[in-house]
């Protein structure tokens, strides 16, 4: 399952997530059997070569909807920032989903 989420810096250890319109970077995490087995980072969410099925983003109110037209689940970190949070989360079903 490939994962995209927006992030504030390039240096994964200290990025946090961040708004869609304000990301620096995009993070795409595959995640396999329970572990992260691809991580990759573009300044473009388009540029990755594999299609990412799942969007986390910081909160409710984001514009999600290309995304959504994408055929992407998008799911909510409210209180998950780094990417290893995230991906923990993701993994114990700790992500909501969006509240349209």
Same mark, same amino acid.
């Given at each position: 399952?490939?994962?995209?989420?927006?992030?504030?810096?390039?240096?994964?250890?200290?990025?946090?997530?961040?708004?869609?319109?304000?990301?620096?970077?995009?993070?795409?995490?595959?995640?396999?059997? #329970?572990?992260?087995?691809?991580?990759?980072?573009?300044?473009?969410?388009?540029?990755?070569?594999?299609?990412?099925?799942?969007?986390?983003?910081?909160?409710?109110?984001?514009?999600?909807?290309?995304?959504?037209?994408? #055929?992407?689940?998008?799911?909510?970190?409210?209180?998950?920032?780094?990417?290893?949070?995230?991906?923990?989360?993701?993994?114990?079903?700790?992500?909501?989903?969006?509240?349209?």
């Amino acid at each position: 399952m490939y994962i995209l989420v927006p992030m504030d810096d390039n240096d994964l250890e200290e990025a946090h997530i961040t708004a869609i319109n304000e990301a620096t970077v995009w993070v795409q995490l595959l995640v396999e059997e #329970g572990r992260v087995v691809e991580t990759n980072t573009n300044q473009d969410k388009d540029a990755f070569e594999n299609q990412s099925q799942i969007l986390v983003v910081k909160d409710d109110n984001e514009y999600v909807w290309p995304f959504i037209e994408l #055929g992407m689940m998008v799911l909510v970190a409210h209180i998950q920032r780094s990417v290893d949070d995230i991906v923990e989360a993701y993994l114990f079903r700790e992500l909501n989903e969006l509240r349209y």
